[in-house]
């Protein structure tokens, strides 16, 4: 698709750190769920 952009080892460079964000802000919001339903002690 945007082959003309970047060449594949570029693609595949990218889409490893667009994945490594998605597992990142995953995890954040995850953790902000828990933090918000946990119990005040």
Do not use: D
């Not at 597992?23 to 995850?30: D, E, H, T, V």
């Amino acid at each position: 698709m945007f082959t003309y952009w970047i060449n594949e080892s570029q693609y595949e460079h990218v889409s490893r750190q667009v994945t490594e964000i998605g597992r990142l802000l995953g995890g954040w919001i995850k953790q902000e769920a828990i933090k918000r339903n946990a119990p005040e002690s």
